[in-house]
Nanobody, 124 residues
């Protein structure tokens, strides 16, 4: 089973930027959709952004539109990135990457593969 590992979290001041990456240990390939979720303190896991199989389309939560950019490599499709700009304290949380064999869904229960998560803290 593919293992997902995130990197790129950390502490940043409001207005700053961070770039996450997620790498699958096995070759997921273009048959998997991948997505980023986050869990803010005291809240449920929420969808941030996702990319469809074969990189045909990306989608974003309203909170991410215009600030975050998701990309995935076009060779093996097993590395995904999330560039986060203009960060605010509301972006603080644990960021997870996830994958499923169907399509991008905002519901985390639709994903079969998860990374352990990486902490992002945005200070004022």
């Amino acid at each position: 089973q593919a293992q997902l590992v995130e990197s790129g979290g950390g502490l940043v001041q409001a207005g700053g930027s961070l770039r996450h990456s997620c790498t699958a240990s096995a070759r997921i390939g273009g048959n998997y959709a991948m997505a980023w979720f986050r869990r803010a303190p005291g809240k449920d896991r929420e969808f941030v952004a996702g990319v469809s199989r074969n990189n045909n389309a990306t989608s974003y939560a309203d909170s991410a539109k215009g600030r975050f950019t998701l990309s995935r490599d076009n060779t093996h499709y097993n590395t995904m990135y999330l560039q986060m700009n203009s960060l605010t304290p509301e972006d603080t949380g644990v960021y997870y990457c996830a994958a499923n064999r169907y399509d991008v869904k905002p519901d985390p229960s639709q994903y079969t593969h998860w990374g352990p998560g990486t902490q992002v803290t945005v200070s004022t």
